[in-house]
């Protein structure tokens, strides 16, 4: 089998993530974060409209936000999954470790992906 590196061009993969925070870019980074194209910021949970305001701010370059909710998932208010897709942003909502995988994944597709990912 042939293996061949994957190079994501300046992109923020999510390398670990683990009790209380995640790993990006070999960088330990505690708490709840959102990645975006433009960046990695902390934000104190519950998702909420100022957690995803850089995201609608960024909405031409992003399709897709993956949003991982920790070890629990509930459905995202009905306000702020409107907010996005106004935005014209489609929303999946994950437990935070399907959403650090899957992220990854379209990361190395080379996707306008963007994550919002609560510690666990």
Do not use: K
Request: aromatic share 4%.
């Amino acid at each position: 089998m042939r293996m061949t590196e994957i190079s994501l061009a300046g992109r923020l993969p999510v390398d670990s993530y683990g009790p209380g925070g995640f790993r990006i870019e070999g960088a330990w980074q505690a708490g709840s974060l959102v990645l975006s194209p433009g960046g990695v910021h902390g934000f104190e949970p519950p998702v909420d409209a100022e957690a995803l305001a850089p995201l609608v701010a960024q909405a031409d370059a992003i399709d897709v936000v993956l949003i991982g909710q920790g070890a629990e998932i509930a459905p995202l208010a009905a306000p702020l999954r409107e907010a996005l897709e106004a935005a014209g942003i489609g929303v999946e909502v994950m437990s935070t470790a399907s959403a650090c995988r899957t992220y990854n994944v379209l990361l190395a597709e080379d996707r306008r992906v963007a994550a919002v990912l609560v510690a666990v």
